[in-house]
């Protein structure tokens, strides 16, 4: 319908003029009048309809400061992030993990116009790994990576050996565990027991070595020893004993000999 509005209800006495206003996606037609004292001229047609478009913001992914290190947290946690970013028309947010598409079974991502949030209910080991957004508007795009590390409790040491008695001492040599819990090992808690009552009592605290000497041991008394390895999650749940006890044997004595002499 040939239905002309009047876009600038005040004369304007340039040659520029941006009509607001106007609903995204709608054609429309604009002519101009000149205007003097003796009225209005025949107006001036551009010749084809003009196509309302959006005006476009690149996009731009405003990442928090905590997701420019490495995102960690604990086995049975919750992990949410929310990321901002911005665009116009509203931006197409994709995020991959390791180079594959999210599995969303596993992983529940949300966005909105201005944000994307990526949430896991109870993190697992399996979550852990590199996570790409990009965020796209038509032919611009932005990138961003975040690295989420999920951790455990470490196993136990593979191995406990008795390398050496003597005096009052053993000297203990272990294995790391097999299993770090996705986190580096931190330390270890060495423990001794007397073999007649089998009581644990803690000897050393967040040693950092594989092997120990453990020292002031009672003579005649037998020791088993055992050890959990230790990370930022906490100890292992198990230890790992020594097969044998160490047994403190008393130091031998010389026996004298003497010549009695008669005179």
């Known amino acids: 319908a040939e239905e002309w509005i009047v876009a600038n209800p005040e004369l304007t006495d340039k040659t520029r003029f941006t009509i607001t206003g ?6 429309i037609f604009v002519r101009v009048k000149a205007v003097n004292a003796a009225g209005q001229s025949e107006p001036k047609l551009h010749p084809q309809p003009i196509l309302v478009k959006e005006v476009i913001v690149p996009p ?3 990442l928090p400061r905590h997701l420019k290190q490495t995102y960690i947290r604990k086995v049975g946690e ?10 116009r028309p509203r931006p197409k947010v994709s995020w991959k993990k390791n180079g594959s598409h999210v599995d969303k079974t596993q992983i529940s991502i949300r966005n909105s116009e201005c944000d994307t949030i990526l949430f896991i209910r109870k993190a697992e080991r399996i979550h852990s790994g590199k ?13 961003a990576s975040i690295f989420i590390q999920i951790v455990d409790k470490p196993g136990p040491p593979q191995s406990v050996d008795i ?3 003597w005096g009052e001492n053993v000297a203990l040599e272990w294995k790391p565990p097999e299993d770090n819990g996705n986190a580096a090992i931190t330390g270890y808690t060495i423990q001794k027991a007397d073999k007649k009552t089998m009581e644990w009592f ?3 605290e967040h040693y950092h070595r ?7 041991l009672v003579i005649g008394n037998e020791y088993y020893f055992r050890i959990f390895s230790e990370n930022m999650c906490g100890l292992s749940e198990a230890a790992t004993r020594t097969v044998n006890a160490a047994l403190i ?7 004298n000999l003497y010549f009695v002499y008669i005179f």
Do not use: C, H, M, W
């Not at 044997?249 to 026996?255: A, F, I, P, V, Y």
């Open 22 to 27: 106007l609903p995204t996606g709608s054609k």
């Open 60 to 62: 731009k992914i405003r």
């Open 78 to 87: 919750a992990v949410n992030l929310v990321i901002p970013f911005q665009g």
């Open 131 to 143: 996570y790409d957004l990009k965020v796209k508007v038509e032919n611009l795009q932005d990138k």
């Open 163 to 165: 390398e050496e008695v």
């Open 202 to 204: 803690t000897v050393l």
């Open 210 to 216: 594989t092997s120990a000497t453990i020292s002031d």
């Open 249 to 255: 044997q008393k130091e031998g004595k010389t026996n």
